[in-house]
């Protein structure tokens, strides 16, 4: 079983709309948990970290953890043509692990 | 804040010999650096975790005696393929984490632009 899995994409949503991500994690040791942005031909950006249960919101991005469920999710609000990219999400106990990332395209 | 580099960028080599890249935090110091490999439309995969001053360790599967990881500085990695194999073409990543960043621990890594290897 993969430590970190991600909902399997490709995700398509129009300009404006909300894009949802979802990730689940198996190891209950895991307290750290983020969010990578790849273009493709990049290498990965962070753009969340969240430690805490709840939601943190960063300009268009909102993380939201549930340590209980295992699951950690990523919200991306008024989605722009330029937020098409692979989001990866990773989980940290001694090491990161990634998940295999959710390719996201935003239809103009 | 939080930037790191590599170099080279891209690099092509023949077969049987060794290349060089570079990892260096530019405006902090890497307690502990990562090196990865990304396949392409694959995720990444920890090759190895180097901490200043000590001797890398490897993640399963990953030859140490290939893969030359040093750790000289608190800024500096550098990993060195060596006798280099067609096989061996990827995306190489480094990464480098701030232990302590303010008051508290972060476990926050921050990726360097990454190497492109081509073995011909």
């Known amino acids: 079983q993969k430590e970190v899995e991600q909902n399997s994409g490709p995700l398509s949503v129009p300009e404006g709309a909300i894009a949802s991500l979802n990730c689940t994690y198996s190891d209950r040791v895991s307290q750290s948990f983020f969010w990578y942005r790849q273009y493709s031909g990049k290498s990965p950006e962070l753009i969340m970290s969240?430690?805490?249960?709840g939601d943190k919101e960063d300009g268009r991005f909102t993380a939201q953890l549930n340590k209980a469920s295992q699951y950690v999710s990523l919200l991306i609000r008024d989605s722009q043509p330029s937020d098409s990219a692979t989001y990866l999400c990773?989980?940290?106990?001694?090491?990161?692990?990634f998940g295999a990332g959710t390719t996201v395209t935003v239809r103009a | 804040g939080a930037v790191v580099s590599q170099h080279p960028s891209w690099v092509i080599c023949k077969s049987g010999t060794s290349v060089k890249i570079e990892c260096r935090s530019l405006?902090?110091?890497?307690?502990?650096m990562f090196w990865y490999r990304q396949f392409p439309k694959q995720s990444l995969m920890l090759m190895a975790t180097?901490?200043?001053?000590?001797?890398?360790?490897?993640e399963q599967g990953v030859e140490k005696d290939k893969f030359l990881i040093n750790h000289a500085s608190l800024t500096l990695s550098t990993l060195t393929v060596t006798s280099a194999h067609p096989e061996d073409s990827s995306f190489y990543i480094c990464?480098?984490?701030?232990?302590?960043?303010?008051?508290?621990?972060?476990?926050?890594?921050?990726f360097g632009p990454g190497t492109r290897l081509t073995v011909t």
């Open positions: 990464s480098a984490r701030d232990l302590y960043l303010g008051t508290g621990i972060s476990y926050e890594q921050y």
């Open positions: 990773a989980a940290y106990d001694y090491k990161l692990s």
């Open positions: 969240i430690y805490s249960n």
């Open positions: 180097s901490n200043e001053g000590s001797k890398a360790t490897y």
């Open positions: 405006d902090f110091q890497a307690t502990t």
